[in-house]
């Protein structure tokens, strides 16, 4: 069963940034890799995809702000988060897409408050 670990996340303040980074247990060169985010009390949504040739896909709400990369010899995805806004809080997980794995990481928080 595949594994992922998200970490990176934290509480910043308004503005402020965060990269975001996603350890698979296994090999990614060959899939689609998104970000997903689940705010409190909402079910979870897209973010952001990099597809193998590393072409890259964004969520209206964070193109611009966001920019997700891939490392496939370390088997991680990262997510660089700039002029965070509250609204872009909550739980961030990744996974392959457009069909993820069964099995999702814990995920990592991420809190934007003053």
């Known amino acids: 069963q595949v594994q992922l670990v998200e970490s990176g996340g934290g509480l910043v303040q308004p503005g402020g940034s965060l990269r975001l980074s996603c350890v698979v247990s296994?090999?990614?060169?060959?899939?689609?890799m998104s970000w997903y985010r689940q705010a409190p009390g909402e079910q979870r949504e897209w973010v952001a995809s990099?597809?193998?040739?590393?072409?890259?896909i964004y969520r209206d709400y964070v193109q611009g702000r966001f920019t997700i990369s891939r490392d496939n010899d370390k088997k991680t995805v990262y997510l660089q988060m700039n002029s965070l806004k509250p609204e872009d809080t909550g739980l961030y997980y990744c996974n392959k897409a457009p069909i993820p794995w069964t099995s999702w990481g814990r995920g990592t928080q991420v809190t934007v408050s003053s």
């Open positions: 990099i597809v193998m040739s590393g072409s890259t």
């Open positions: 296994e090999n990614i060169n060959a899939y689609r």
